[in-house]
Every structure is written in structure tokens, then in C-alpha cells.
């Protein structure tokens, strides 16, 4: 009968494991015991992978890509000109919309970096960071409804619920850490479309994103209600128990594996809140982030998170920017893309910035992305506001694998429609899922008596932002 | 040859030949299979021979024994009666056995205790609430629709507590299949139905009524919900994945988009209640539950009442209009334009006219427009001040003259005694006043309104102090509010012969949304007898709207379901790739050929569809449910895809088992307690657990990790804490403004069991999420558990566990100051067994040591959690 005693070594054979916290695959397997190390430790990819980890940084509303990294002259040139109305979703019987007309873009854009891309003064930070950047200029997608598109981004499905786009990487690839979940989203009010954004769906749902809300206590269950050394007492008794039950049982693996979950539980109650102590971060690169020592909310924070879930070897990470009100969603007055860039533009040039210096650029992808665009029409040229616009959008990508200072794909001249290499929500998730060696058509799970994959029945591979 | 089978084959034939051409779309390579196993009907099996004679109670056990003396495995030995009253009792309640039921079981001396555990568990009300959650996770019930605001839905516990009776009461499993599909025409097509029966059938098509929603406006794409309505048909009933041939004929099984649009039709045919979503708020089609006949006549009364009252309304409303004719045709005359112009959001603009020649009676007007796209954000100030010039230099100021006694009446009086100087106006055409006075706007006190309902409007705030409202209203001030489709206006009514000087100002009184348009104009003509206060009319009008809204505080209000009803009678045409703006040729209401393809003759052809699913000889229906019973009892079902019996699923690991238990159970009256006792008075149910290669044969029990519901409701039950009562519906607020932007997201905790808690679509209850409870979004046929550390950081720090445990221990020190008294206690609520010596030595070591650092009552509670984070607490054997 082992007896239950404080036991000091033990202890720091956890702290060990949580200070060194991406963990040797090994060791997780000797700790999730062989069944659980199968199901979620590192998988084999199906071809090189340039990225191992993706940071998905999604702004809700729908950014205006006419107003950010799409210069559109001729907006300013012909503002107030009527055009067709054509059979766009969003002004079909629309009381007030009869007649269009063009809206002028109210930043002005300038030429930056070696490749000299064009950005608006909404992001004069972002912009120093162009020649890391892949920008895809014609995006588009298959909804004009922020629960749709979002959807869409996130599973590849616009109506019914699908595994998340981040659980079927987890299940791709499996995670690095056990300490840690390999699917963490930050966000700090719920997105559209709720949960479902986050789901595995039909896949295990260990694949399942956990939801990080920035704040003090930011993980469910995480903060020991005892102290440590009665915690310890308990887990002594805890795993006395199971031994002795385990002895009687047959062969039942599961019950191994749980004991082994509460050491692993253990750890956590560490190294989820030692990720998300700033405490070790300098005054540099604080500022870098535009964030005050202290705090713990606002988008620097959760791009610094994300910087540190990535260290630690989190599998993909999500900023959600903002949610699903009080977000891009400037149907009133574009002006406030003003309140909003400033919230985002210093973190995520921080973010970029900070991954470059330390080299975690080379393996990370970053993924910068809205669920669609907005109008360059109103109701009336001095309308303030843009419609929702699922024609044209941009997103970009930056760090593993992306041809960095280039710009795929084109829209027109009014940046309305996409012209040039078009690329569709499932094109994006393709290239997403190839950059991290996944192939989009082979990555399948079999369900309701078919494979699904994240991007349904189409999708292509964007060759043209990888190097 | 039976009748039915005839057709069955005739239909296989067809199928055969039939399902490619169904569409003009270019056909899909079909490897569908009409011989598949599952289409054909189940023979009755011999019962095979086994050389051990003495294992087998049943003919059920000797399937099993079959296999196993074939693979030369022997079987284990039975459980433990104390581990085996465990198992059973989780398996058909969700919860632990008491000590005294162990007790009763251990002591019962009669030829089959075992039997009558399984009688006593079967009648416990407890038991619906537990396979009633199973077929709840097959029809993939919700409390919420699940459109982008997933809007509560009030009304669908109803179903969820119908499903719970009809476990419990053993309704036969046909006559369920024909309630959820068709209640509503079953009961309207008995004269003489009671009241109690009508009700429950019409509750039962609660299973069509909780299909998904989508969208925004989810009438316009209420296509999605039929396929979900199809969909959750196919695996719940048939197993089989009827939705893939949406788009295109099945590419594995014989379904062909002509099938498919042969039963859309059908639902199509079918009113669904509609639970209201962002574009379209209203609820509509609820399905009324039967009553008495004096509450019939108590309602008949009551709205003829409601007739009358608002016959009254309309008229008092439509006098108020006569009374502003003749200033409509009078405000219709050309005007002169004084002044215009346009504001910004945070503008101001002024307005001047140095003099201006007026005769008494003429009006000026100062019009305020909403520019174009209004967002409802145009609050906007007004000042106005008019000054005679030369004669008795008489001075008019707008807010002077009205903010201290602005709802006197409308016209309203100036300073001077002039009865109808001031006039609030509609200005959209024909021009009118502004009839309805509000007195402290939502609360808010000084905040006055003239206004037509709701826009435009006239108003102010009164007070010293501002008001904060949807923007703060300074105080001492005079707003306007345009209407989203045209403009208000104030006139002034001159009441001299002479000449004025105007100032004015019109000015942004909230900051968002996109300005307004102004102008100044004057109206020649003698106004002052146009622009009488209807002032009998306005009180006659507001005592009828008293009296009206008094009476509809007195509705009878009878009890709805959420449900579905006959509707209009359609076909369908086929969807081209499943395009539903890209129509194919018309298909007729059919069954699938791969059932017989018969087509509709009655109604939306529900009622039929229900007797062809439910026929004796449809080869699907009965397998799929006698297999789902089994696959809850043994954790694993004897076709391992419960929700695909298509050539996509697994085939069955005991075939002939599998069509002698689905025999059976048509046999019995589609009694699934008969197959319960087939099942679990069996050798097999009894054995003890293993985990080797006998496992797969049935020749050792597979442990089992509890359930969600079954954790809270265990952790419920130990701290003394549970509620067994049945509850209705949930505290949904009465508010229902959700948007895409802010969608319904509640939790609400209550202490009545899990299978009660409210269940929404867009986001999961925490614990069901973390313990892998159903999908509340698609036919769930056998939950996948999962076993991560984040559920042992539940065991570990979670609120609710820290609280169940801390209450198991002062119910044992509630019973017992002896700890070897507590600790017994515990392990027998807990585990079902008495402690061991060495365990209860090591529990008092704990506590012991526990207490070094921690008062006694603390190490108690962490004695309990230590017992409730045991393997042994968490899984059955």
C-alpha cells in the first residue's frame, strides 16, 4: 500500500515539466499513458510543413478593406458618381436603396516598405510590417450575414455547424504541450455565431477550442480553491484510491489515463496561469505591444498571450477582436474604424515584431482576417457608413512559408468585386492547412457515413502567397 | 408473399432502375446496393446450438454464446451483485442506488431478484428522464432555435417532457413514431378525443417543431430546416443519411434526389411553429392545446369584448383625423422658403430672418427631415424665437412658451394668452398634428412627448438636470425627431397683423447616425380654425385605450405547443445541386422507393409516412431502435454506426441477434421495456467487466464512464440536494430584441435534474461541453467520451464539485460523529459498497493529516471530493 506523504520530489518533478513547458513528445506520451498519447500527441503531417502553429487574428464586423490595404483611387476621384445596383445581397429591396452611389475612402494611403504596398493611415503600425506580409486583395465569400460569413470563416460551412478550422488543425497535428490546450481562443466578448466558431462538431472533442476571456482569471476550474500543500494532500489520496481500484480492474485503459490527467490537471493549475503572468516580460516589450505592465485586457494583451501560448507550443490560437457588437461593423460612420484600428494596429505589429525577433516567425503562421468587407457604395455619397459586402475583402498572412511583401489578387477599379485570382474562404483555409503541411482534401473525418473536410467540396491551394 | 413485401420488392426493382434519372444533373456514380443487408427483412434466425447449456438464460445469450465458444473465449464470470445493482441502476435511472435499495437487492431471497431490480427500476419515474434524454440526443432537442439570434423557444419542454412519458408509460414504439410525425392529424381526426390526449398528441410533433433554424430571416430559409427535419428523419427512425441526397442522388445507398424532394414535399406541406428571429420578431403558428368547453366560451366571450374595444380605439382614432382635414388641405398650399439647410452629426446651424411681413393666421414652419438613410439617430434641437417688430414688439420663444406646460395640448398657447400659437406637426404629407401626448417618456420624468407612434416626434426635457436617455438630453431644452420616412415640424400661428424678426438655431442632439435637413417656410392663409385641439376626441380616445389594454390583461390565455400542423398542399420541385432558386421538374409526395416509393393520397401525407416507418415489415425501424437500447446498455452497439445502417455504417457484429431481437420487439407491440427485460435478464448484461478480447463478444461487461448528466445528477443526489420534480419551461425574459449582434445567451442552474437544464444551440452549457454531452445541433446516435485533464481540473477546483462534496459531508456528520461511521456512509452512498478496514485507516490518516493545516469540517470536505474524484466513483463496472 503506498502511503500517501507529502512528497517534495514529486513536486519538483511537476515544476520541472511546467518551467520547460514545451514538453519532449516522449514524455507526454509516458504521461497521457499510450491510448491518450495516440489520440493527441504530435501527428505526421502529410507533407513538410512550413508552419507548426497558427495565430488566427479574426476583427469582427467586417473590416473595410477599401479603407486599410486597398487603395482605390478612383473611389476618391469619383465620389458621389451613381453606378449600378446590380444584384448585390445587401440592397435588394432595400427601402432607401435605389439608387447607389460612390463613397470616397476618408484615409489617405502611402507607399511602404521594400515591396511598397499601400496602406491607409489607419494602419501606420501594421504597415512597417509589410515586407513580412502576404496580402490576398480579392477575397470573397459565400454570405452577407455576419452569423454566415463568420461561420464560414471559422468551419467552411455557412449554415450548419462544422468543426472549427483550429480543431481540425488540433486533429491534424495534435498538440505539443499537454499542459496546455492546443486550441485557445481569446476572446474577450462572444463572437458571432457563439461556440460554434470554436467547435470540434463531430471531431473528438478534446479538438474543441478553450475559451480564454483576457481578465484575471482567464481559464475555467484553473485557480486551486486549497492551498498547495493540501492540494497535494488530496492528490496523494486521490491517486491511492485509483491505485488500489486499478489493481482489482482488468485491463480498462481509460482509468490509467485519467490517473495520469490528474497529474497533468496538476500542471495546468501552473502553466496556464505562469502563460498568462506577464510578469517575465520586459519593459520593452511591453511597450512594443502598447500595453501597461499590469494590465490584462485590450488587444496587446491577448497578442502577447498569444506570443506566449505559442512559445509554449500551443497549436493554434485565436484573437477574436472584438466580438459581435461594438465591433468593425461601421454601418453608421466609417469613422469609427478610427476607434478600432487604434485598438489593434500597435499590438499587432508588436505581435509580428516580437515574433521576428525572436525567430518564432520562421514556424508560426500569422493569420490576419474579418468574416467580409464593406460597400464602396451608400445609399447617398455622404452616407458616413459602409454596407456589409461579401464580393471583396483582404486578409493576410504573415510569417512561415508566406511570400513575404507580396500581394495576391486584385479587385476592380472600385474595389467591388474581385477581379484578379480570387480567392474563396475555402482557398484561404486550403493554403492555411498546406502551409502547416496539411493536405485540405486528405485531412478528413468520417462521419454520418462520409469524409467531411474543412473545406467541403472545393477549395484550392493559393500558390501564390508561399515561397 | 405478404402484401408489403411485394410492394418492397416491386420498389427495389424500381429503385434499381429509377434512381439515376432523377435529375437533369448529370448522374452521380451510384454504388447504392439494394441488397444491402438492412433492406432486407429480418428472417427469424434459428437459435444456434452451444455446448455449454448452462450459461445461457435466454435464447438471446445463446447468439452471444455462439460466438464466443466459435473464437474458443471463455467468458467471465458474473459481477458482483453489489458492483452489478450499480451498473443497473445507472443504466436505467442516471443514478446511484441507495444503501437500502443495495440492501433490498443483497437481502431479496426471491427465485430472481435480479428480475424484479429490473421491475422496480422500470417503474421508477426516474427512468423516462433517463432513456427519454437518450432519445433526446437523437432528435437533437433544444431549448433555443438556433437561427443567428438563437431565440428561446418557450414552449419546446413541452415536447421534452412528452418524450420523458412516453419512456415511462411504455408507449409502443409505432404509436410513438406516428405522434411525433403526425399527432396533430390523429388527434383532430377523433371527435371524441379528451382533452389530456389531444393535448399530448399534438405536443408530440414537438419532433418536427424542433428541426433548426437558420439565418436571419428564418421563414426565407426554412428549406435548411426541412433538410434538418429530413435529416434527423433518416438517422433517427431508418438510419439512414437521407439529407445527402439533397443535391444529388446518394452515392452509396439507394436515395435519390426524387426521394428526397418526394418527402420535402411532405414537410413542406406542413406548418412548423415558427419561433420568431431577427428579421421576422413575431411568433407565429404556435399549435393551441385543447380545453374545456367553458374556457372556449370564456375565450369567445373575451375577444368578442377585445372586438369591440378596439372597434372603439378606431373609431376615436379616426374622428382625430377627421378634425385635422381641413389643416392638411390648407398645410398642402405651396410655401415660401425662408431658410434651409443641412446638419452634420455634432453640427449646429442657425437661422435668421430680419423681418418678415406676417397676417394673422399664417403659419410658419420650421420642417426638420431625416436625411437620407436614417438610422434613427436624428435627436435634434431646436431653438426659435420670434419678435414683432415695431407694434407691441411681442416676443414668441419656442421653449419659453411650451417646456413648463408642454402637454397641455397641441395646438399649444404662447406667454401672452394666445390659445394656439405653437403647433406640433407631422409634417409628413398630408400635414396633421401631432395627437398623442406622453407624459415622462419610459420613466424618465420631465422627459414629455407629443408624437404619432412611435416617430416623428415633438419633445423636451423639462428638468434643471439632463436626462441620461438613448443620448443625454440637456436639461432646459427642445428637441424634435424626425420619422425614419419623413420629417416633423413646428408652426407658429401668427396671431398679429404685422412684421417679426426670427432666430432660430437647429442643432445635433445626437451623435451618430448621419444629420438632418431643415428649412424655414411660411404658409399664408388663416390657420388658427384648422388647427383645433380635439380635445373631446383625444379623451374619448385615451379611455378607449385604457379600457382596451385593461382587457387585454385579462386574456384567457390557454397553453400552446411548440408543434406542427397541415398546411397548404405542395410538391416540390427538385433543387438543381441543391439550389433552391435553381428548380427542377416537380416530384409528387412519396415514400422513398427504397420503403415502397407509395405516394401520398392524404393530407401533407404525414400520417402515412409515419405508418410506412413504423409498417411491421419496414426492414430499417425496428432494427435501428432495438439496436440504439442495446448500444446503451452495452456501450457499444451490435451495428456500431447507430445513426447509418446505409452501406456507409458498420454491419452488424451479431446479425442474427440483431433481426431475432427486432422480431421480437415488433412481436411484443413495439414495447421497449419488453426489450429491456429481453436484454438485461439476460447472462450476458450480468457478467462481470473485462477489457480483453472476450470484450468484443459480449463475453465480459464494458465499464463505462458516467454520463454528463449523470455526474450532476449523482453529485446532486449524494449532497442531498436533488429536485426529482418534473419542471415546465425556463425563466426566459420577456424581451426578445436579439440580434446577430446580440444573440440569447443564458444559463440558468436549477437543482432538478440535468436532463431538465435549458439546452441552447449556439453555445454549450459548460459542463455538457467539458463532459461530452449531445450536440444540440445534429442527431447525436451514441455520445464519444472523451477523457482530457481539463475534466480533472473540474475534480480539482471546480465551484459546483467543491459545493456537492462539502454537502455529502455535512449529511455524514449530519448521521454520524463516528468517523468510521461517516466514512462507511460515504463509500456506501457514493460506490455502493461498505469501506474496507485499510480504507477507512487511510481515510482517518487523511483527515489526520489534513487537519494539521486545516480545520476538521474543511479536511472532511476534501475527504469527500478525494471520494467523488475516484475512478471508481466516475465509471460503472
Known sequence: ?467 | MHAFLFIFLFALALALTNSGRADESPRQAVASDPSHWSFQRPTKPGVPHVSDRAWPRSDLDCFLLAKLEEAGVAPFGPADKRMLIRRTTYDLTGLPPTPNEVDAFLADTSPDPFANLVERLLASPRYGERWGRHWLDVVRYADTAGENTDMPVADAWRYRNYVIRAFNEDKPFDQFIREQLAGDILAKADPKISAEQYSELVTATGYLAISRRHGHDAKKDHYLTIEDTIDTLGKSFLGLTLACARCHDHKYDPISARDYYGLYGIFASTVYSFPGSEGNKTITDLMPLKHSKKTAENIAGWNKRKTELEQKVGAAKKKIAASTTKFSELDRQPATLLAEGQIDIREEEPFAVDELTVRRGDMIQLIVDPKDGNHGADTTIIEWELTEVGGESWNWNVKQDVLDNFLVSNPHPDRLGNPRTWAFLDARQPGKLLTVPVKDNENRAGNHVWRVDPLPSVFVNANNTPIPAWTTLPPRTFFVHPAADGPVGVGWTSPIDGRVRIRGLVKDGHPYGNGVAWKLVHKKGDFLPTITNPQAELATLQTAKNQLAEWLKKEVKIDHAYGAAEGNMVDEKLHRRGDPTDLGESVGRKNIDLLGGQKVTEGSGRLQLAEWIGHPENPLTARVIVNRVWLNHFGRGLVTTPNDFGSQGQTPTHPELLDWLALRFVESGWSIKQLHRLIMNSTAYQLSAGGGPEQKLYGSFQSRRLSAEELRDSLLALGQTLDCSTPAGHPFPPTRNYTQHNPFRANYEHNHRSVFLMTQRIQRRPLMALFDGADANASTGQRRLSNVPTQTLYFLNNDFLHRQAAALAVRLAKRSGIPGDRIRLAHRLALGRSASKPEITQAREFIAAYTADADETRAWDAWCRVLLSSNEFLYLN
Not at chain 1, 18 to 40: C, F, K, T
Not at chain 1, 167 to 172: D, E, I, K, L
Not at chain 1, 222 to 240: C, F, G, S, W, Y
Not at chain 1, 250 to 278: C, H, I, K, S, W
Request: charged share 20%.
Open chain 1, 1 to 467: 500500500m503506498e502511503p500517501f506523504r507529502y512528497n517534495p520530489n514529486r513536486r519538483h518533478f511537476l515544476q520541472s515539466m511546467v518551467v520547460g513547458s514545451v514538453m519532449m513528445p516522449a514524455l507526454v506520451a509516458d504521461m497521457m499513458g499510450a491510448e491518450q498519447a495516440n489520440q493527441y500527441a504530435p501527428r505526421k503531417t502529410h507533407f513538410s510543413p512550413r508552419a507548426k502553429r497558427v495565430i488566427f487574428i479574426n476583427l469582427s464586423g467586417g473590416v473595410s478593406h477599401l479603407d486599410t490595404f486597398d487603395h482605390k483611387p478612383q473611389l476618391y476621384r469619383d465620389h458621389g458618381k451613381e453606378i449600378a445596383k446590380g444584384d448585390h445581397p445587401e440592397i435588394q429591396n432595400r427601402p432607401g436603396y435605389e439608387r447607389i452611389f460612390l463613397k470616397t475612402p476618408q484615409w489617405q494611403f502611402k507607399r511602404y516598405g521594400q515591396c511598397g504596398k499601400e496602406v491607409s493611415s489607419l494602419f501606420p503600425e501594421v504597415a512597417r510590417r509589410v515586407d513580412d506580409i502576404a496580402f490576398i486583395n480579392s477575397m470573397h465569400t459565400s454570405h452577407s450575414n455576419h452569423y454566415n460569413a463568420t461561420l464560414g470563416m471559422h468551419t467552411g460551412s455557412f449554415t450548419v455547424t462544422r468543426p472549427s478550422i483550429g480543431a481540425w488543425v488540433s486533429y491534424g497535428l495534435g498538440t505539443e504541450n499537454h499542459n496546455l490546450p492546443s486550441f485557445i481562443v481569446i476572446a474577450p466578448q462572444s463572437p458571432y455565431a457563439g461556440g460554434q466558431v470554436w467547435g470540434s462538431d463531430f471531431l473528438p472533442g478534446a479538438h474543441q477550442g478553450t475559451r480564454v476571456v483576457p481578465g484575471s482569471n482567464p481559464v475555467p476550474n484553473i485557480t486551486p480553491r486549497v492551498p498547495d500543500k493540501l492540494q497535494e494532500l488530496e492528490l496523494a489520496a486521490m491517486r491511492q484510491r485509483n491505485q488500489q481500484h486499478l489493481a482489482k480492474q482488468p485491463a480498462n485503459p481509460e482509468l490509467a489515463a485519467r490517473m495520469r490527467a490528474f497529474e497533468t490537471a496538476y500542471g495546468m493549475q501552473m502553466a496556464v496561469p505562469e502563460a498568462f503572468d506577464f510578469t517575465p516580460e520586459t519593459e520593452a516589450t511591453h511597450e512594443l505591444y502598447g500595453l501597461k505592465r499590469g494590465q490584462n485586457d485590450g488587444f496587446g494583451w491577448q497578442c502577447l498571450a498569444a506570443r506566449r501560448l505559442a512559445e509554449r507550443g500551443v497549436r493554434f490560437i485565436e484573437l477574436i477582436h472584438t466580438g459581435s457588437s461594438g465591433n468593425w461593423d461601421s454601418h453608421g460612420d466609417m469613422m469609427d474604424h478610427e476607434r478600432l484600428a487604434k485598438q489593434v494596429d500597435r499590438p499587432i505589429y508588436g505581435l509580428l515584431t516580437d515574433l521576428k525577433q525572436r525567430g518564432l516567425l520562421d514556424d508560426t503562421l500569422v493569420v490576419w482576417t474579418t468574416e467580409f468587407g464593406r460597400t464602396p457604395f451608400n445609399s447617398s455619397a455622404n452616407h458616413k457608413g459602409r454596407e456589409h459586402h461579401n464580393w471583396a475583402f483582404t486578409t493576410f498572412l504573415a510569417g512561415a512559408g508566406v511570400r513575404a511583401g507580396h500581394t495576391h489578387g486584385a479587385t476592380d477599379e472600385i474595389g467591388l468585386k474581385s477581379v484578379v485570382d480570387p480567392v474563396h474562404t475555402h482557398d484561404f483555409h486550403a493554403t492555411i492547412l498546406h502551409l502547416l503541411g496539411l493536405h485540405h482534401e486528405r485531412l478528413t473525418y468520417f462521419h454520418d457515413g462520409r469524409d467531411f473536410r474543412l473545406t467541403d467540396v472545393s477549395g484550392k491551394v493559393v500558390n501564390n502567397v508561399l515561397t
